[in-house]
């Protein structure tokens, strides 16, 4: 005999909302809960596409036209409501990477157990997110701007597998605060084959001087739910990734030598009646140098990705749900490596439509490179976007 399930038609929302996996929902998805309540399934999806003019220095200006992202996501619990889990499947080119010999297909980009004993504590295994900085730690869906920073491109810790532990302490309207720690791989997300003795320690402190923002609004950027009182976060972040192998710790291509290295990510975020302020810092060291040789061939090398950066946004979101956006970023590469990368300004400007916030929203961009060379020279870059995102 076939167990029987049925459709959630109730008037609460049926989405897992878990500190590790902050995705962007508006409405309910898709929620299929059995019966006895043994069981809960929901399943949503979201893709982006987007046409970009790209004009670099030194080049013919050229068109590119891209399904950015295009993801599957599943969560709901087993046997009880406090043993969760979340799944989320990535498919378009730009998420999965280039198959290479040798490397396993990037589709997974998580996949974690969570128990949830009490609205104070998650305790998660798996692949997921570590705590990091904050426009990582958001989902992708919930940027106002197409893409994130140069900043986070270089220095963000990402997906790992392991444990993290986070303990909640979110109130309305009044002093809140949240830590949040991990031990995991330091090898990034979908690596077998590669074991060492190393492993990543993060930790997180996360402040919220005068309480929670509406509807979880750490977690996405720009004002779209209008709060009615100012709200302030400021957080950090600190990893150390002992023995890495790749150029940027969990991301990058692969190292000659093993490297420990150490990050440090810090935010700031303001929000009150459509205005949006964030700031960030982001930096990353190693304990040798970063440049690692090909012992096989010392004409060839890599080297691990040192500096550091600050992000600057600042937006208006209309009554009408037209949001104005400006963001400068500045990265000043490491001594080790200022010979072989520039440093970097970013200027960006954009306008969102939110139709149904971030879960349907239309976007245009431009962007404004400055790549300053250690040999004096500097390129300038620039590039016009069109994005629209929908997803359920």
């Known amino acids: 005999m076939h167990a029987q399930v049925t459709i959630e038609q109730s008037k609460h929302d049926n989405d897992i909302k878990l500190s590790a996996l902050p995705y962007y929902s508006f409405g309910k998805g898709v929620g299929i ?22 004009n670099n220095d030194g080049e013919n200006g050229a068109y590119d036209g891209q399904i950015r992202r295009l993801r599957l996501r599943f969560d709901g619990y ?4 406090k043993f969760l889990y979340a799944i989320q499947l990535s498919f378009a080119p730009g998420d999965v990477g280039e198959i290479k010999d040798g490397e396993n297909l990037n589709i997974i980009r998580d996949a974690v157990i969570f128990y949830r004993p009490n609205k104070h504590w998650n305790i998660g295994f798996g692949q997921t997110k570590l705590p990091g900085n904050r426009q990582r730690v958001n989902s992708s869906g919930g940027l106002q701007l197409t893409d994130r920073t140069i900043n986070n491109a270089k220095f963000t ?7 993290q532990f986070h303990n909640l302490n979110e109130y309305k309207d009044k002093f809140s605060y949240n830590f949040k720690t991990a031990l995991s791989t330091g090898e990034g997300r979908n690596v077998t084959g590669k074991a060492d003795d190393g492993i990543a320690v993060t930790g997180k402190i996360e402040l919220l001087p005068l309480g929670a923002f509406s509807k979880d609004g750490t977690y ?5 739910v209008r709060e009615k009182k100012p709200k302030v976060m400021l957080s950090g972040a600190f990893q150390q990734n002992n023995h890495a192998k790749r150029t940027q710790g969990q991301l990058g291509n692969d190292l000659f ?4 290295m150490k990050s440090v990510l810090l935010d700031a975020m303001f929000k009150y009646k459509g205005w949006a302020a964030m700031s960030s810092y ?3 060291t190693t304990n040798d140098n970063a440049i690692t040789i090909n012992p096989l061939d010392i004409t ?10 600050f992000d600057y946004q600042l937006s208006y979101n209309t009554k009408a749900n037209y949001e104005f956006i400006g963001r400068y970023s500045i990265q000043k590469t490491g001594s080790d490596i200022e ?20 879960a349907f929203k239309v976007q245009a961009e431009l962007n404004y490179d400055t790549l300053d060379y250690y040999n004096g020279t500097t390129k300038n870059n620039w590039y016009l976007r069109f994005q629209v995102e929908i997803g359920i």
């Open 220 to 224: 996405f950027e720009g004002d779209v």
């Open 282 to 284: 982001m930096s990353r």
């Open 33 to 54: 809960t059995s019966p006895d309540s043994l069981y809960q399934f929901n399943i949503r999806f979201r893709m982006q596409n987007r046409v970009t003019y790209i």
């Open 257 to 260: 030598e093993q490297r420990t």
């Open 300 to 309: 060839e090398s890599n080297y691990v990705f040192v500096g550091n950066g």
């Open 339 to 358: 010979k072989l990368t520039p440093n970097t300004k970013q200027y960006s400007f954009g306008v969102t439509k939110y139709i149904w916030e971030h």
């Open 157 to 163: 810790i990402d997906r790992d597998f392991g444990f």
């Open 78 to 81: 087993v046997g009880n409501p």
